[in-house]
């Protein structure tokens, strides 16, 4: 792990990051040292790091410090924290910001080739997600609504939980974006209001003609097809929502056919 | 500074805290070594610690740890902060949580008599708090949206900007709750939705008839007296929130008054 570029493994108690949230995270995939989708993540952090009014950090010096922290894992993850440093106490932003970064690197999670063909089983969590235009789309660091969606099941047999918002709108899984197949065109909800618009999700659009729209909770029943997409798993077949079932069909298989084409193994993501 | 009990200032850069907003924190007012509202610090931090599914710190172990960073400084305020502590990474609690705390002694903030006499402008905040009744009153660190409403002014004349929900309701101000008098009663914005309920706050619903209701921001046109209550500055009167004028009257005093009373010195919180 490095925290701003030496060896560590601590952040000032004093870090805007720990005191508000006030940050970004990436979580990036990498596979014998190469990370397939590194330039959509930067697009993601450079965007939100605007909205947020912090400094872009320089993506040449990330990837470095993203390299070295994989050490020799075949398979690894990177999570890239970008936080505001150190401020006087309150939240107004500090005179000059001199944000702090944290690279640290983790082996994939291993999952098996039974879940790439068969798919994931989800529950629809019972927490709503707020509706905040301002902070919509960024993996940014306030992420208490999906440690309280994740708290709601203990079921191992249950991989991941789909969000809605206060309108009843599906937004996404706690840590993946959604996709379905309703009346044979591909749909993947529209993410203004809230979730976090997903580097993997941004592929898949820029692969695909996908329609990016509302999406009620109830038109998923009408789904011939779901997946998720994920940056760190890639894409997973959904085989049932609570007690709707699904099965893999081509827009899923197309997908994970593009996957594999960028170099990730979808047998072990 | 404390950090689980010992002297220290730094974090694991790997706590929920930082990776989530995972936690809590309390900013407390001490006079002379003594916090006038320590128990109803200590109860929203309990109540708070069981809706985030989270431990409950030991409250006399913590005020031993305040009372020690809080050093010879006569006028003082503690900061502290509850994370849920190292996990695996991704969302799930940790199977056995062990929370991390940290206690931050600082100097109060010096503000003059006339601030308590005359008042503070506030503007309105273009940004709009989201609706989520599963965060709504608690002191989470998940305050990206105070950050963002704080960084919309620099005038140094606009002390606090007022912040309203999507439905166009006064919430609080950026840091403080918001107290008006509207047809000769007292009243303050509910906390259903969205807002901290204030420390301070609680203890004026302890001492006073309020009504506490929702209140449109154009209700407080018709004001004829709104005043800020916060834990660590006390009774604010309300001079203007942009345009419209307010004389600080009968109901502010009568709260300053009970602040002075508990050991508050209001004229240099």
Not at 140 to 166: F, I, P, S
């Amino acid at each position: 792990m490095l925290v701003n570029g030496h060896a560590g493994d601590v952040v000032p108690a004093l870090d805007r990051g720990l005191a508000y949230g006030d940050g970004l995270f990436e979580t990036i995939r990498f596979v014998d040292g190469v990370a397939p989708l590194w330039p959509r993540h930067m697009e993601r952090l450079r965007l939100s790091c605007a909205r947020l009014l912090l400094p872009a950090p320089d993506a040449e010096l990330l990837l470095a410090e993203a390299v070295q922290v994989v050490q020799e894992w075949v398979q690894a993850v990177v999570r890239i924290t970008i936080t505001r440093g150190l401020g006087e106490r309150g939240y107004a932003l500090p005179a000059v910001a001199h944000p702090h970064r944290v690279v640290a690197g983790f082996v994939a999670p291993a999952l098996t080739a039974d879940i790439y063909s068969q798919g994931v089983r989800l529950r629809v969590c019972d927490i709503r997600l707020a509706e905040q235009p301002r902070l919509a789309g960024m993996k940014h660091l306030n992420r208490l609504e999906q440690v309280l969606a994740r708290a709601e099941w203990n079921d191992l047999a249950v991989a991941d939980g789909l969000l809605c918002d206060t309108s009843g709108r599906v937004v996404s899984s706690t840590m993946a974006n959604l996709f379905a197949v309703i009346d044979g065109g591909l749909v993947t909800p529209s993410l203004e209001r809230c979730g976090v618009a997903g580097v993997a999700r941004a592929e898949v659009l820029a692969t695909q003609a996908v329609q990016v729209r509302d999406i009620a909770l109830d038109e998923l029943r009408h789904a011939s097809e779901l997946f998720l997409s994920s940056s760190v798993r890639g894409i997973l077949p959904v085989q049932a929502v609570a007690d709707t079932v699904y099965v893999p069909g081509p827009a899923t298989r197309a997908m994970q056919r593009h996957w594999r084409a960028l170099g990730f193994p979808m047998e072990q993501a």
